[in-house]
């Protein structure tokens, strides 16, 4: 049976999911929703490396791997960022991206 | 049949991710989250992708959720939600434009399809590029990377 979803499918698909993300990441003022938004775009770029894997090189699988390392960076990017935003919630009181300014100069 | 499948996870996807942007209850937010990681997880499905299908439930549906969710119930004022950014008409517009431009960029490329048939099993391959086929620095990288955001998360909340 032929799969008549093609590449440029998924391709548009995880650039909505992208773009949406990026929305979120701009205008979200919550932290943790600053996070959840993250995760959408490394989630659209995921589908965007399989979808590569599958369609343009589909026996050598190297997308695949890629997609794996992202996982692991994320991970640990989401591990070492809530720790960040306890840290400062302990001393600020707050969640709120306003009240995050003690970088700022 | 496959197309079908495809167009209803795609739809579940969008809507899970504009809920995420759009609930205020931040609680909610973080469910939705969880439905858009399963959908995804599909889609690696649909792609052939058995082995990253798994690793994105046990990962992101079970690990990286629970953290946020964990997050949620340990910050107090988070699930009153908060109201947007003033800017959010620009965001919308940045967002629009670049999604016009990676739309156009993507459908007047040309790609250039091998046609064979994709692997039916991925695991077993995957493992032997890992550990065996030039990736083994990469993947002891990996480790590495892994330690270092543990230790870093402790020192970060460590009781001064």
Redesign the interface.
């Known amino acids: 049976m032929m799969f008549s979803v093609g590449l440029d499918h998924y391709l548009i698909l995880s650039a909505i999911l992208f773009c949406i993300g990026l929305v979120g990441v701009i205008t979200q003022r919550n932290v943790i929703k600053l996070i959840m938004c993250l995760e959408i775009m490394l989630n659209a770029v995921n589908i965007t490396l399989i979808a590569f894997s599958q369609y343009i090189t589909p026996t050598l699988l190297t997308g695949q791997i890629f997609a794996i390392f992202v996982m692991v960076v994320a991970a640990a990017e989401v591990a070492v960022g809530i720790a960040i935003v306890f840290s400062i919630y302990r001393s600020r009181e707050s969640v709120d991206m306003e009240n995050f300014n003690i970088l700022k100069w | 049949?496959?197309?079908l499948i495809?167009y209803l996870l795609?739809v579940i996807?969008?809507a899970a991710?504009?809920a995420?942007?759009m609930v205020r209850d931040?609680f909610r937010?973080?469910l939705c989250?969880i439905m858009?990681?399963m959908s995804?997880a599909g889609?690696?499905l649909?792609?052939?992708?058995d082995?990253?299908a798994i690793?994105?439930v046990l990962?992101?549906v079970g690990?990286?959720s629970i953290?946020?969710i964990?997050?949620?119930m340990?910050?107090?004022?988070?699930r009153h939600?908060?109201?947007?950014?003033n800017?959010?008409y620009?965001?919308?517009a940045?967002?629009?434009l670049?999604?016009i431009a990676?739309?156009y960029g993507?459908?007047n490329t040309t790609?250039?399809?091998?046609g064979?048939?994709?692997?039916e099993q991925?695991i077993q391959?995957?493992g032997q590029?890992?550990f065996g086929n030039g990736?083994v620095l990469?993947v002891e990288i990996?480790a590495v990377?892994?330690l270092?955001?543990?230790l870093?998360?402790?020192a970060?909340?460590r009781d001064k």
């Open positions: 049949m496959l197309d495809f795609a996807a969008l991710s504009i995420v942007i931040i937010a973080a989250l858009l990681f995804v889609f690696f649909l792609l052939h992708a082995f990253l690793v994105q990962i992101y690990a990286i953290l946020i964990v997050a949620i340990l910050t107090r004022d988070a939600g908060l109201p947007l950014d800017y959010k620009w965001a919308g940045v967002g629009l670049l999604l990676l739309a993507i459908l790609f250039t399809l091998p064979t048939a994709p692997l991925t391959p995957i590029q890992l990736y990469p990996a990377l892994l270092s955001a543990i870093g998360a402790i970060v909340l």
